[in-house]
T-cell receptor, first 116, second 115 residues
Framework: KQEVTQIPAALSVPEGENLVLNCSFT??????LQWFRQDPGKGLTSLLL?????REQTSGRLNASLDKSSGRSTLYIAASQPGDSATYLC???????????????FGQGTILTVHP | NAGVMQNPRHLVRRRGQEARLRCSPM?????VYWYRQLPEEGLKFMVY????????ESGMPKERFSAEFPKEGPSILRIQQVVRGDSAAYFC?????????????FGSGTRLTVV
C-alpha cells in the first residue's frame, strides 16, 4: 500500500527566504507525482506535474525534483513571499495496469507561513 | 474556460437526511474523480468515473454512498442517511482522458456539515 509522507508538517519563514518542502513515498512504482497548493477553505491548485521519466519541473519560482528510485521529491520555492502562504500537498499516481491509475495518494501536507 | 465547478459550496444536513453533491468537469474532460478530506486528515480517494461508467470505486464506503456520471449533466455524489462522521470537504477533479500521464484539475469543493 502506497504511503506518502511530507516533511515538515509546518514551516514558518521570513519573506525572501528560499525553502524546500519534502515528500517521500514508499512504493516507487509511480507514474507521476503532482504538487498542489491549497489555500484555507479552498480547493487545490496544481503547481507542477512530474512524470516518472523526468527529474525535475520548473514554473516561475517553483522547482520540483523527483528521485523515483529513492522515493523522494522536493519542492523548492525561491524568494518566498507572503502570498506563498498555504498548504502544499504532494500526490503520487500508481504505475499500475487496470484502473488504479485513477487514484492519487496524497501526503498530509506542509503548512507554509511566510511572514513579512 | 470555466474550471471544475462544484455545488453547493457549503451544505448543511441533519442526521438521517440525504446529501447530493454535484460536479461539472472542465469542458472537454470526460473523467471525474471524487476525494474526501476529513478534518485533520489528508485527501482520500473515493471513486473514479467516466461518462456512464464507474471505473474504480475502491475508496467508497460500502454503504450509503453512491456516485454517478450520466451521459448528460454533472457527476453526482450521493450520501444517504448522513451521519456526523460524513462531515468533510468533498472535492471533485477531472482530467481530459484516462491514463496516468494527465494531471488533475480540482474544483473548490463542497463542505458538508452534518448537524
Amino acid at each position: 500500500k502506497q504511503e506518502v509522507t511530507q516533511i515538515p508538517a509546518a514551516l514558518s519563514v521570513p519573506e525572501g527566504e528560499n525553502l524546500v518542502l519534502n515528500c517521500s513515498f514508499t512504493d516507487s512504482a509511480i507514474y507521476n507525482l503532482q504538487w498542489f497548493r491549497q489555500d484555507p477553505g479552498k480547493g487545490l491548485t496544481s503547481l507542477l506535474l512530474i512524470q516518472s521519466s523526468q527529474r525535475e519541473q520548473t514554473s516561475g519560482r517553483l522547482n520540483a525534483s523527483l528521485d523515483k528510485s529513492s522515493g523522494r521529491s522536493t519542492l523548492y520555492i525561491a524568494a518566498s513571499q507572503p502570498g506563498d502562504s498555504a498548504t502544499y500537498l504532494c500526490a503520487v499516481r500508481p504505475d499500475a495496469g487496470g484502473t488504479s491509475y485513477g487514484k492519487l495518494t496524497f501526503g498530509q501536507g506542509t503548512i507554509l507561513t511566510v511572514h513579512p | 474556460n470555466a474550471g471544475v465547478m462544484q455545488n453547493p459550496r457549503h451544505l448543511v444536513r441533519r442526521r438521517g437526511q440525504e446529501a447530493r453533491l454535484r460536479c461539472s468537469p472542465m469542458k472537454g474532460h470526460s473523467h471525474v474523480y471524487w476525494y474526501r478530506q476529513l478534518p485533520e486528515e489528508g485527501l482520500k480517494f473515493m471513486v473514479y468515473l467516466q461518462k456512464e461508467n464507474i471505473i474504480d470505486e475502491s475508496g467508497m464506503p460500502k454503504e450509503r454512498f453512491s456516485a454517478e456520471f450520466p451521459k448528460e449533466g454533472p457527476s453526482i455524489l450521493r450520501i444517504q442517511q448522513v451521519v456526523r462522521g460524513d462531515s468533510a470537504a468533498y472535492f471533485c477533479a477531472s482530467s481530459p482522458r484516462g491514463g496516468a500521464n494527465y494531471g488533475y484539475t480540482f474544483g473548490s469543493g463542497t463542505r458538508l456539515t452534518v448537524v
